[in-house]
């Protein structure tokens, strides 16, 4: 997957003294999710599901109420902090937000947004990515 920085040493995504990654690392994961598994993307959309006669809400705010979101993960944990992978699609720009550590909800969710907007606003003439130059490929 080319992540060069990153070390996951358990699937629950809880903290581990050896476990990080970058904003980059996460992007290029949430690339691969969406273009190598289309199959599954749309699970990382649902904003509700019924379990057992019971509703459950995502925890996804962004995606509740940015017209523009698409979905993907929340996260937290007391040593990362609040968390958030959005991908968004406007038109023909698809984009992809990374937020980490921060200390609240609205703060992160603002924070996103804040990044999508900006980037949505952005006059693009050639294929670019806010990380750098190329692509994810």
């Known amino acids: 997957l080319g992540l060069e920085n990153t070390y996951f040493k358990n699937s629950t995504g809880f903290s581990h003294d050896n476990q990080q990654t970058t904003a980059y690392d996460l992007a290029k994961l949430v690339f691969r999710i969406k273009h190598d598994?289309?199959?599954?993307y749309d699970l990382f959309s649902t904003?509700?599901?019924?379990?057992r006669d019971n509703v459950y809400e995502t925890h996804n705010h962004v995606l509740m109420d940015?017209?523009?979101?698409?979905?993907?993960?929340?996260?937290f944990?007391?040593?990362a902090g609040?968390?958030?992978a959005t991908t968004a699609k406007?038109?023909?720009?698809?984009?992809?937000g990374i937020?980490?550590?921060?200390?609240?909800?609205?703060?992160?969710d603002a924070f996103m947004i804040s990044i999508l907007d900006n980037n949505f606003a952005k006059n693009l003439t050639t294929s670019s990515n806010s990380l750098g130059s190329g692509d994810f490929k």
């Open 37 to 40: 598994f289309p199959e599954y």
């Open 47 to 51: 904003k509700s599901f019924i379990f």
């Open 66 to 75: 940015y017209k523009y979101a698409e979905g993907l993960k929340t996260g």
């Open 77 to 79: 944990t007391k040593m």
């Open 82 to 84: 609040y968390n958030l």
């Open 90 to 96: 406007k038109d023909d720009r698809d984009l992809i």
């Open 99 to 108: 937020v980490i550590s921060c200390t609240n909800l609205k703060d992160r």
